[in-house]
């Protein structure tokens, strides 16, 4: 089986040939779906013209929706990596006399 495979993926109507593992592939198409979807939006606004606006906008906007992610009981990422850092610590406050015992 090859290291590589390579796919072609559409943004805009452009084709954009990738290399990926083969079993990134599945993932890779659907991001430039979504990537497109997200241009193609920007695009049919009318308020922004050139490929190179748009495909900006379009990372804004995923950076955005990436940043602000939050789960199904809607914490944030970042809420949810500091409660499991208090645990973390919690957990090794109780542990900690254990290890004397050895």
Known sequence: MPDTVSIAVNLLGREYRLACKPEERDQLQSCARFVDQKMTAIR?????????NIAALAALQIAQEFMSARNAD?????????RLRDMNQVADEMLAPQEKLF
């Not at 049919?44 to 190179?52: A, E, L, R, T, Y």
């Not at 944030?76 to 500091?82: A, D, K, V």
């Open 44 to 52: 049919d606004s009318g308020k922004v013209m050139g490929h190179d």
């Open 74 to 82: 809607g914490l944030s990422i970042g809420e949810l990596r500091r």
